[in-house]
């Protein structure tokens, strides 16, 4: 069975600084992606990584979000810095088979149940 698992969800101040895991189960992916979805918004693109280390970032996360993974955990992370309250959202792991990290969630096959992230003001 395959899973996603995200953790490391919370509330932090203006500035402060997350670090989100997905932990992947059940099979190996060839791209990884964040996205978020805040209160009343539709579903957006936050950042993806390739199973080489490829990285698309959306244009709001530049220079303080940092996507990673780790092949041999079959993890990837997303570190989240100078955070703002516009950040705040509930934030989803996805998995796919691309060797080309995407910006689209339809090349996203599985997807994780989300972590929230609030961001106080």
């Known amino acids: 069975q395959v899973q996603l698992v995200e953790s490391g969800g919370g509330l932090v101040q203006t500035g402060g600084s997350l670090r989100l895991s997905c932990a992947a189960s059940?099979?190996?992916?060839?791209?990884y992606a964040w996205f978020r979805q805040a209160p009343g918004k539709e579903r957006e693109f936050v950042a993806a990584i390739s199973w080489v280390g490829t990285t698309v970032y959306a244009d709001f996360v530049k220079g303080r979000f940092i996507i990673s993974g780790d092949n041999a955990k079959n993890t990837v992370y997303l570190q989240m810095n100078s955070l703002k309250p516009e950040d705040t959202a509930v934030y989803y792991c996805a998995a796919g088979a691309n060797w080309i990290p995407t910006m689209g969630e339809g090349s996203y096959d599985y997807w994780g149940q989300g972590t929230q992230v609030t961001v106080s003001s």
């Open positions: 059940g099979r190996t992916f060839k791209s």
